[in-house]
């Protein structure tokens, strides 16, 4: 039963056709949050294997690779997903000495042929 409270002390008893489900709140964010992380790690997953596939040929500049992986050419999506490949070895760049170099572009190194061919 559910009773409303409407205006001038008036109530009115409702019964419900179906009773109320009482959710476990500490269950219900578990699970969710292991499906936002697994479907985070195969969106991340996805988008490394376009970036390592894109400059498999030939080297390519950020821009380049950001595009391949459907991201936009921010700093932010830079230190995200090409850092971590150039720290892995899976990447290397072009001009080491001069990392901010508007010439800079990424190829892929051995690890990464590795990589790609698990």
């Given at each position: ?5 409407i205006g001038?002390?008036l ?6 056709q179906?009773?109320l489900?009482?959710?476990d709140k500490?269950n219900?964010s578990?699970?969710?949050s292991?499906q936002v992380s697994?479907q985070v790690?195969?969106q991340?997953?996805e988008?490394v294997s376009?970036i390592?596939?894109?400059c498999?040929?030939?080297?390519r500049?950020k ?5 391949a992986?459907?991201?936009a050419n ?8 090409i ?6 070895g ?8 001069k ?7 990424y ?8 990589f790609l061919?698990?």
């Amino acid at each position: 039963m559910q009773i409303l409270e409407i205006g001038m002390r008036l109530r009115f008893i409702v019964p419900l056709q179906q009773p109320l489900k009482v959710y476990d709140k500490s269950n219900t964010s578990e699970q969710v949050s292991e499906q936002v992380s697994e479907q985070v790690s195969e969106q991340v997953s996805e988008q490394v294997s376009a970036i390592l596939l894109d400059c498999q040929y030939r080297s390519r500049s950020k821009q380049e690779l950001l595009a391949a992986a459907g991201l936009a050419n921010v700093y932010l999506n830079y230190k995200r997903h090409i850092t971590p490949l150039l720290e892995q070895g899976l990447l290397e760049m072009t001009i080491p000495d001069k990392p901010k170099s508007r010439l800079q572009q990424y190829r892929l190194t051995e690890a990464g042929r590795l990589f790609l061919n698990r």
